[in-house]
């Protein structure tokens, strides 16, 4: 156990001052930056915003069922159902059937079922249906239906908040599921939580129809930003989906803010035919029923590039681009609890972290020496490099710093403690019984490996189960926890022991006391 190979004791060493250099780097200033890299402190600990959102399927579920008529009309027509009284309610289908029997083997069949889905997960339908008076029938979504609804609107609205606010710069931002239907959002020290709100509550649904007061496919009028209402066409020429970028730019003549915007392969034909057929007429570009902009078409536009102009300011446009980058939310999100931390309460936290981390350091410090004096030291050496290397890891991770992180690094001063005390005390059983120091050290961390290793691992499965489990703080108390597991075996049993060798073999005709 006290015998090391060159090669070994170059790869600790080496390992060592590689994880020891990263968190040096939360020391360098802004100005002079190296590396950048360094641990994130958490909304408790620098200040911040905290945001939970809810999202509403009222509206995704109106725009489900409709989806659902042309699917029951076909379904109809080819089985040669008679069907009459068709009529959309909100979020059900009524409609009236000359044979609901046939009907009702048609909708239950588990087999290339298009207009009602069979879900394997809940082993349920879709869509249920009721039988009403006079031969007529309802169609709604079952329980089901409507939670895998909300849990794929959920889920997307997840990933599309992460996007926007990605965008914005936000770094270590916290993004978690709540219950069925909520979205918690920290955004550690946040300077422009506004903005941010802003950008958060529009669901950016995008699209360009032509301004028409006569259509087959019928006529809305809507309301431009600067107040113009105008007639246009219900049918969308193209939609934000076929955008796979937006960037804010400034024309050169008129020195305006305006969004560039590149589409798909797909959304460029889309948008060519539409631009050629209806060259010199207006295109209504339409954000969330508003229309942003109605230019002229003035000539065919098939390089599936194109621009949006509004009056915008740069930060407007910027928004924007943001928001069309982003995508669309599937449905709108309401703020539902809104926090400020202030920096002050932050710092408060810091202060009142690291003081209890210096008291319990320096009083470890001081016992470790006065039970077992050099080699307490050896324990102590171990210690501060156990502290390095754990904050090095976080560093490389960027990982986000929380008060129960802090907790967890205190933890860890205590199990690296626990880990030389438990050597240390096997060594001093076996200098009663042995003659030879080098048999009785090799012993000791031989026998005592067994017991590390146990109250150490036990641990690490705990942290394990926590982080995978909890959310936020729990988290960040787990990372903190497990790396400083880690760094205590290694710095235990690989640093401590190469430094305890090192005495032991020098004074190996001498008396050593532990």
Excluded: W
Aim: aromatic residues 8%; glycine residues 6%.
């Amino acid at each position: 156990m006290l015998n090391f190979s060159k090669i070994n004791i170059l790869l600790i060493y080496l390992i060592f001052l590689f994880t020891s250099i990263f968190s040096l780097l939360n020391f360098q200033s802004k100005n002079n930056l190296v590396i950048d890299k360094k641990v994130n402190l958490g909304l408790d600990l620098q200040g911040g915003s905290y945001l939970l959102l809810e999202i509403n399927s009222d509206t995704l579920v109106e725009e489900k069922i409709q989806s659902k008529v042309i699917p029951i009309k076909k379904m109809l027509k080819e089985n040669k159902l008679e069907y009459s009284d068709f009529e959309i309610n909100d979020k059900t289908l009524i409609f009236k059937t000359n044979n609901i029997e046939k009907f009702e083997l048609l909708f239950y069949s588990k087999k290339d079922n298009l207009v009602n889905p069979y879900i394997d997960n809940y082993r349920s339908f879709e869509l249920d249906f009721k039988k009403l008076e006079n031969d007529f029938i309802e169609i709604l979504f079952s329980k089901y239906g409507l939670l895998t609804i909300n849990n794929a609107a959920l889920k997307q609205s997840i990933e599309i908040v992460r996007r926007r606010i990605d965008d914005v710069g936000t770094k270590e931002p916290t993004i978690l599921q709540r219950g069925e239907k909520r979205i918690l959002v920290e955004l550690p020290g946040l300077k422009d939580p506004d903005r941010i709100k802003k950008l958060l509550g529009k669901t950016a649904q995008l699209n360009f129809r032509l301004v028409s007061e006569n259509t087959e496919f019928g006529v809305e009028e809507l309301t431009s930003e600067t107040g113009e209402k105008l007639k246009i066409s219900k049918r969308i020429v193209m939609s934000g989906e076929n955008l796979i970028d937006a960037q804010p730019s400034i024309q050169n003549q008129q020195n305006e803010p305006t969004v560039s915007f590149t589409l798909d392969r797909l959304g460029a034909q889309k948008f060519g035919r539409a631009t050629t057929d209806n060259v010199g007429k207006r295109l209504a570009i339409v954000l969330d029923g508003k229309i942003i902009s109605a230019p002229n078409i003035n000539e065919p536009i098939t390089s599936g590039n194109g621009m949006i102009s509004g009056n915008f300011t740069f930060q407007e446009a910027t928004d924007l681009a943001l928001l069309l980058r982003s995508g669309a939310l599937p449905t709108p999100l309401k703020i539902v609890e809104e926090r400020t931390v202030g920096p002050d309460l932050g710092e408060d936290s810091i202060k009142s972290g690291i003081t209890s981390l210096i008291v319990g350091f320096i009083l470890v410090i001081l016992f470790m020496f006065y039970k077992y004096r050099l080699f307490g030291l050896v324990a102590n050496t171990a210690l501060i490099a156990n502290l390095l290397m754990l904050v090095g890891i976080l560093t490389i991770f960027e990982a986000t710093l929380t008060l129960p992180g802090i907790a967890g690094i205190i933890l860890t001063v205590g199990m690296a403690v626990d880990a030389n005390v438990l050597i240390f005390e096997r060594i001093k059983e076996e200098l009663k019984t042995e003659k030879s120091i080098i048999h009785a050290f090799d012993s000791g961390y031989s026998r005592a490996k067994i017991t590390v290793l146990d109250a150490n691992v036990t641990t690490l499965i705990a942290a394990i189960i926590l982080f995978a489990f909890g959310s936020g703080p729990v988290k960040g108390f787990a990372i903190t926890l497990g790396i400083g597991i880690i760094t205590t075996l290694f710095t235990a049993y690989f640093l401590a022991r190469h430094l305890t060798s090192i005495i032991v073999l020098r004074n190996n005709n001498r008396e050593i006391k532990i």
